[in-house]
């Protein structure tokens, strides 16, 4: 840790390291632990995939991924090093300067806060290191948790799309939220 002009120590960390967690780059070791946790019916669930697939599909999805101007995926593991789950920008339009947040934590993991300082923590690092304006989600009806987490944020209810999704046996509602640069909120 260095020192600022006025001496006082330089408290600055990671721009991907948040409160609770730290964001780094998914490895091929990674892969099997990701594979097994989000092909959970009850995380799945809230996501618009629903058809499980072995590691091969994980890892071709890592490596389109990684080759991809548009899309940043990352692990999000605890300071001390657990993986708690994935989350990433994709959509990135240079020129907008926007992107679409996606995330997913283990179940084992829910309702801990690793979600909200993950994407507090991506936003964060959207705004000030990749110079985006704008970034938007889009959140089941029937994920409370994820709404409050997003709320939490800054994200705002910006529309719906109305029975856009199928899930347990009926149509469900999509949120749609956006978050601007100035609107994150910091814990």
Not at 21 to 38: C, G, K, M, Q, T
Not at 70 to 85: D, F, H, N, R
Not at 100 to 121: C, F, H, P, S
Not at 149 to 160: C, I, N, T
Request: proline share 4%; net charge negative.
């Amino acid at each position: 840790m260095g020192a600022t002009a006025d001496g006082a120590a330089d408290a600055r960390h990671s721009p991907l390291e948040g409160e609770r967690v730290r964001l780094r780059s998914i490895e091929e070791a990674d892969l099997p632990w990701i594979n097994e946790r989000f092909w959970n019916p009850e995380v799945t669930r809230f996501l618009e995939v629903v058809w499980p697939e072995p590691v091969t599909g994980t890892r071709a999805f890592w490596e389109r991924v990684r080759a991809s101007d548009e899309s940043m995926v990352v692990l999000i593991e605890t300071l001390a090093g657990e993986p708690v789950g994935v989350c990433g920008l994709e959509s990135i339009r240079g020129r907008a300067r926007t992107a679409k947040l996606g995330v997913w934590i283990d179940e084992e993991r829910w309702d801990r806060g690793y979600g909200t300082d993950a994407v507090r923590t991506l936003c964060r690092f959207g705004f000030q290191e990749m110079n985006l304006t704008r970034v938007s989600l889009h959140v089941f009806d029937l994920n409370p948790r994820g709404v409050r987490a997003y709320e939490k944020v800054g994200f705002r209810e910006e529309g719906r799309l109305r029975g856009d999704q199928f899930v347990d046996g009926r149509h469900v509602d999509v949120i749609v939220m956006g978050l601007l640069a100035d609107e994150l909120r910091e814990p």
